[in-house]
């Protein structure tokens, strides 16, 4: 939960930095409590992973705290999962990444989303190639370059204009820059930005490449997501991101409709650690995640947001009515290994006490059975839902078959 403030301030962006809640302890340490998790996961392999076989396949899961405006999805403690693959790089590691990320959300149930994908690496070069520095401006505490690709990922153009006037340049020679952010589409997009960035003086097309074999892996990899979305300008919000980066958003969740985020990173180099960056990774909104799945499910009018949350099993109860439990013991065995939910009464109760036992634990089946019962192998089955009641052998297949 706490981290030195270091870890974060050193490669995180400014909208991170700023919500940091940081303070000295007694020893006058500078401390914090830890906004996102890659960096102390990060951490941690460099402190007791050292020597473990490589490449790592990393998850987990806990609290983050940011000083954020209080809105629906966006609170100051979330919860967030995440992945991280450690000593692979490259585009099949990248793609490795996503296919995980898309296979998750189809098992969420998430409906409609969308998944950004960019590569930092393209405007990093188109942007250098422009004039842009890559060296922390003391004026804003960042790289020109950052701030130019953070200003193109919220759309802001007179934003960018300015920062262009501010160095010297003209803003005019941004406009590519601006074609490219305006690019829509899947992997056809990829054709138009080719030929956007050769139009453009002393811009590699490494990257471009990189990213298309990464979208073509992914494809073979995992199912088509509902909607896939090149997009060139995604920046993410902090500094580590060096290659491909993605963002997962939903509709339902308006403004704060990111659920998921993340891409190729170094930071292994902090902890003494450079042959294994970089790495490739993401996190998890689970707040966000259920907002969404709620969300939807209440438009849509299922009693389920999260896939299994309602047991859709038959649940049985099972009660001796004066009669001995020991007989019923291979029934109620057999009828749990046949996936149904059985609980077994483990008290003895009178006809009345047990209907309100069954109708308390939300038991849909009772069936009772009597001593008389045990002797001729049957025993009443009442359905608590329509009512209606049945007599039936004490045997798996007739009681399933009069569910």
Not at 101 to 125: F, Q, T, Y
Not at 202 to 207: E, K, N, P, S
């Amino acid at each position: 939960m706490f981290e030195s403030l270091e870890l974060f301030t050193a490669k995180s962006g400014p909208g991170v930095i700023n919500q940091l809640y940081a303070f000295q302890d007694k020893g006058e340490r500078d401390l914090t409590l830890r906004p996102e998790l890659t960096a102390p996961v990060m951490r941690m392999v460099a402190e007791e992973m050292r020597m473990d076989t490589k490449p790592l396949r990393l998850s987990y899961y806990g609290q983050c705290y940011r000083y954020e405006e209080f809105k629906t999805g966006r609170y100051r403690e979330f919860f967030q999962y995440g992945v991280e693959l450690i000593g692979a790089s490259g585009p099949l590691a990248e793609a490795e990444v996503l296919a995980l990320a898309v296979n998750m959300l189809h098992a969420s149930g998430l409906e409609g989303w969308e998944i950004r994908i960019g590569h930092v690496g393209v405007l990093k070069d188109a942007l250098t190639g422009l004039g842009l520095s890559g060296e922390v401006d003391e004026a804003t505490g960042e790289p020109p370059v950052a701030s130019a690709m953070r200003l193109l990922d919220k759309g802001d153009d007179a934003g960018l204009a300015e920062l262009f006037s501010t160095h010297g340049l003209d803003p005019a020679n941004a406009e590519p820059l601006r074609a490219l952010a305006s690019l829509d589409g899947g992997m056809e997009t990829l054709g138009p930005a080719r030929e956007l960035l050769s139009s453009m003086d002393g811009v590699a097309l490494d990257a471009l490449d990189e990213l298309e074999t990464t979208l073509t892996a992914l494809a073979a990899l995992a199912p088509a997501p509902p909607r896939l979305a090149v997009d060139l300008t995604v920046a993410r919000g902090l500094d580590y991101y060096t290659g491909m980066v993605f963002e997962v958003m939903v509709e339902e969740l308006g403004g704060e409709g990111q659920v998921l985020g993340g891409g190729s990173y170094k930071l292994l180099h902090m902890f003494g650690l450079p042959d294994l960056d970089p790495c490739c990774g993401f996190g998890l909104g689970f707040d966000r995640v259920l907002l969404a799945l709620e969300s939807q499910a209440e438009a849509s009018g299922r009693d389920e947001a999260v896939p299994g949350e309602v047991d859709a099993r038959p649940y049985i109860a099972v009660a001796p009515n004066k009669a001995d439990q020991a007989p019923l013991l291979p029934l109620v065995a057999s009828l749990r290994e046949q996936g149904a939910r059985v609980e077994l009464l483990l008290s003895k109760k009178n006809y009345g006490r047990i209907i309100k036992w069954t109708e308390g634990i939300g038991a849909s089946h009772l069936l009772v059975v009597k001593p008389e019962d045990l002797e001729n192998g049957m025993g009443r089955l009442i359905n608590f839902k329509t009512g209606d009641r049945a007599d039936v052998e004490l045997t798996v297949s007739s009681v399933l078959d009069a569910l």
